[in-house]
């Protein structure tokens, strides 16, 4: 007993000492069992709350820490992903031309940036797949090789891929991948992003996975930073309907830039095209009554081996800018053509209106915008319709040897056209016999304006 009394003595002794002379205390001190024994139920219970005390503070530091990591993962010292206001592109959509597009773009089709308050997170890893089985927003971040996003979830679940920073190189796989979901989006956020394929893409079965980005279901490309895609085959591939409404894109291929079974859309953003093929390329093997393009906005620069614009149904233009150099400029079954600045380059048809579909007549019409086409030497023809030519309104320039040809009708109603530096109020025709045409002629095919319905 006595024993145990001089040791309690002696450590108060030295606690004394040591606060007399500003020496720090450690926060965790050891106690033999002798001295420990001896504490009464006071120093106890100082000890216990202290304790807990330490415990719930190195569980704060840890949870920071932890959300510190995550966010440096997720965006490193930029940390873009952050959740700000929502940034809303405005879809100048008509509702008069021959696609009704005033329901065509939704609310989160057109926000630039996505709701982060329950996202994941995700850092790429050379070789490490990411796969995605649910409704939710997926924010992925870092550079590696041979990495595929995969998106399989419910037919219901709507996925958006926010790429924070991303870098993936991939050998013979696509870099995003979706077998299956309702909707996918794929959002940059204030970052450079960059996806490549660099060898011959590798089949999934049955299904023939040829793009960087490819989609079974419905795709949205949007967001507020850069995306740059380079392809052996094709950039994006949606095997639905594909939306873009903002970003920066630059996709450099050698088959088509963006592509769709059923649609493509297009209300804003900044998109480059380098392709040996198609820029816009929208077809249904299966359904010849599928496959329109539709742009009412953003900037688009195209150059192609084969056409800058491809649809098999209907090709609208209600807006934006695009500047094409290509072996023929637009094509499809019906262009319509109601504003936007146009520049066309090409060594064959400027605007083509081709048989490809057989829900509609062949059949270019303009109703508005500033066209300007200048063509290449040789059989070219400015505007080349195998159907009826009208022109309504707008400011057409063409600078060609041939710059009209029509199988059926043609009419001139209103608008400017210039033809090599001249104005005329007269639709020529290249081909001899074409059809009847002229100033003033009319159609009566569908109704005035909108022929072949």
Do not use: W
């Not at 695009?322 to 400027?350: C, H, K, Y």
């Amino acid at each position: 007993m006595l024993k145990k009394f001089t040791a309690l003595i002696i450590i108060a002794i030295l606690a004394g000492s040591l606060v007399a002379c500003n020496t720090e205390i450690p926060e965790t001190v050891e106690f033999s069992s002798a001295s420990s024994a001896t504490l009464d139920n006071a120093t106890k219970s100082e000890m216990k709350t202290e304790s807990t005390t330490a415990a719930e503070t190195e569980a704060a530091t840890t949870s920071e820490q932890t959300t510190s990591a995550q966010q440096t993962t997720t965006s490193g010292s930029k940390k873009s992903a952050q959740q700000t206001e929502s940034v809303i592109t405005t879809a100048n959509t008509t509702s008069t031309g021959m696609i009704n597009a005033t329901e065509l773009f939704t609310n989160r089709d057109l926000t630039q940036n996505a709701d982060l308050t329950d996202a994941k997170y995700y850092t790429v890893s050379d070789g490490q797949n990411i796969n995605i089985t649910s409704e939710g927003v997926y924010v992925i971040s870092g550079s590696a090789s041979n990495v595929t996003i995969t998106v399989d979830a419910g037919d219901n679940d709507k996925v958006q891929i926010v790429l924070d920073g991303v870098s993936i190189t991939n050998s013979s796989s696509p870099c995003i991948y979706v077998k299956n979901a309702d909707k996918v989006f794929v959002t940059t956020t204030s970052t450079d992003n960059a996806l490549s394929v660099t060898g011959t893409f590798t089949a999934d079965g049955t299904t023939n996975t040829d793009a960087v980005i490819f989609s079974r279901d419905d795709l949205v490309i949007n967001g507020l930073g850069t995306l740059t895609i380079n392809s052996t085959d094709n950039g994006i591939s949606c095997k639905d309907d594909l939306k873009v409404t903002g970003g920066t894109i630059t996709i450099n291929c050698s088959s088509d830039g963006l592509e769709a079974n059923d649609s493509i859309a297009i209300a804003d953003g900044s998109i480059t095209i380098s392709t040996s093929k198609d820029g816009l390329h929208a077809e249904n093997d299966d359904d010849n009554t599928t496959g329109y393009v539709y742009i009412c906005g953003g900037t688009l620069n195209i150059t192609a081996g084969d056409d800058g614009i491809h649809a098999t149904t209907v090709a609208q233009i209600d807006g934006g800018t695009m500047n094409i150099t290509a072996a023929e400029g637009i094509e499809g079954t019906f262009v319509q053509i109601n504003s936007g600045t146009i520049g066309i380059t090409s060594s064959d048809d400027g605007i083509n209106g081709s048989n490809k579909s057989s829900a509609y007549s062949v059949t270019v019409e303009i109703n508005g915008g500033d066209i300007t086409i200048n063509m290449g030497q040789g059989d070219t023809d400015a505007i080349d319709s195998n159907g009826n030519l009208y022109i309504n309104g707008g400011t057409l320039n063409i600078s060609a040897s041939s710059p009209f040809d029509y199988d059926g009708q043609a009419s001139y109603t209103g608008g400017t056209m210039i033809v090599n530096g001249s104005q005329t109020t007269i639709i020529t025709n290249q081909m001899m016999g074409g059809g009847m045409g002229g100033m003033g002629g009319m159609h009566n095919d569908g109704g005035a304006g909108f022929p072949g319905r």
